[in-house]
């Protein structure tokens, strides 16, 4: 029977429908997220018997309109409400709260200083790529402004060239630096200073809402796990004993997500990002557009330097592998000489058999 069901099964059953009715009625997730409390709290309280699915829906949308009713009686709700009325009613926010005119300027500074606050959380990110024709230099110009500035690096890969070549197998570094958020412009112009910025791409995310959000639920959870505790000093049956604590469970783990999530974002918050690929190069990209005769020489100067590269590619190519140049001819020589061995051999062994078969002839005829 329905009766039958346990606590538990009923907030689960009914969970959604209270928390969509109490939005849609008070238009605030915090607000609705207490109402949501309120009504589960009076129904562990009360423990109602109901006879019938329809019954037990009824008595949660009857006790959730009735909660939303009394939060908009409350004082300060309708304060809230009657300032938000001014301010949407006062066309472009010229109308004060008696009906007198504000000073539109005046608005609009501080508009414009509440969105210069500090308190604003801003996620900073910058991805760079750099030349330098001092690698190692630049890598510990980099590494050590990082510390000074209070930064660290986060992850670094690092390709030293090939063991023997210079031409194509330039070391290169990809970085990701945290810094302070602070001192991001410091750190870039040191960027700037030990090598070559030839790309840079700049992501500033506003998450001031997103993490004000997140405390509020936290703060919301807070006050109903204080709640549970006292209801659970309050339980009498161990039916209500166990659903609370069962409820306790789920909201502390959701106060220690919501903690995490906070934490990271704090991090994020406060130290910015920073992408660098640094790649060492023989010559810098220019930075302003050359000319057609610029070009001409350039490409005529890049050419001379690829054959001379070319060249030195083919001697250090052909030292480096004089120890396998002589085992091959070693090899091919030794081959060459039984190949003609063979070939001696069986050229005698021919005509040794022609001979002895001229032999015979001739004694048959005779």
């Not at 000074?148 to 194509?168: A, C, K, Q, V, W």
């Not at 009498?236 to 609370?244: A, H, L, R, S, V």
């Amino acid at each position: 029977m329905h009766k039958e069901n346990s606590q538990e099964e009923v907030i689960r059953r009914n969970s959604d429908l209270v928390y969509r009715l109490a939005f849609s009625l008070v238009k605030s997730g915090a607000d609705a997220d207490d109402i949501y409390q309120d009504v589960f709290m009076q129904y562990i309280k009360r423990r109602p018997v109901f006879e019938s699915h329809e019954h037990e829906k009824a008595w949660f949308v009857r006790v959730t309109v009735n909660r939303c009713k009394n939060h908009w009686k409350s004082p300060w709700v309708r304060r809230r409400a009657a300032y938000w009325e001014t301010a949407v009613s006062c066309d472009a926010g010229q109308c004060a709260k008696d009906g007198s005119v504000l000073d539109t300027s005046a608005v609009a500074a501080v508009g414009t200083d509440m969105e210069t606050e500090e308190n604003r959380k801003l996620i900073e990110t910058v991805r760079l790529e750099v030349e330098t024709k001092e690698f190692k230099e630049t890598m510990a110009a980099l590494e050590t402004q990082a510390e000074e500035l209070g930064g660290y690096i986060e992850s670094m890969d690092t390709y030293n060239g090939s063991s023997y070549s210079e031409y194509g197998h330039n070391r290169n570094a990809s970085l990701t630096i945290r810094i302070p958020s602070g001192k991001l412009d410091g750190f870039l112009q040191t960027v700037a200073r030990a090598g070559s910025i030839v790309r840079r791409n700049d992501t500033v995310e506003d998450v001031t809402l997103s993490y004000v959000d997140m405390e509020s639920r936290r703060d919301t959870l807070r006050t109903e796990q204080s709640r549970l505790l006292e209801f659970l000093d309050k339980a009498e049956t161990i039916e209500e004993i166990i659903t609370i604590e069962q409820r306790l469970s789920e909201v502390r783990y959701q106060m220690e997500s919501m903690e995490s999530r906070l934490r990271t974002m704090d991090n994020l918050i406060d130290y910015s990002t920073v992408y660098i690929d640094v790649s060492e190069v023989h010559e810098l990209t220019p930075v302003e557009t050359p000319t057609a005769w610029e070009r001409i020489t350039g490409g005529f100067a890049e050419s001379l330097e690829s054959i001379a590269h070319g060249g030195l590619e083919l001697c250090i190519w052909f030292l480096v592998h004089i120890p396998y140049l002589v085992i091959w001819g070693i090899l091919i020589a030794a081959a060459v000489i039984l190949v003609k061995r063979r070939r001696r051999k069986k050229r005698e062994r021919l005509e040794e058999q022609l001979r002895r078969g001229a032999s015979a002839e001739i004694e048959k005829n005779k």
